[in-house]
């Protein structure tokens, strides 16, 4: 398992980070993902390592930055 935490920006509330989280989950090999709206914290675990432009991207598509 690894786990890595990255910081998305622009979320404002409940639905951004279902939003985020719904997104991310989807990447291959991601088990967890926790989002905490107030630091905009995002913590990725997963079975492998995860390539932070599939994080970014799939970031991108809920409409949100990583930072």
Do not use: F, K
Request: glycine share 6%; with cysteine; hydrophobic share 40%.
């Amino acid at each position: 398992m690894t786990t890595a935490t990255y910081t998305v920006t622009g979320m404002t509330c409940q639905h951004c980070v279902a939003s985020v989280t719904e997104e991310v989950q989807e990447i291959a090999g991601v088990t967890d993902v926790q989002v905490d709206l107030a630091s905009g914290d995002l913590t990725v675990t997963s079975d492998q390592p995860v390539d932070r432009a599939a994080v970014s991207a799939a970031v991108d598509e809920a409409g949100y930055t990583l930072s």
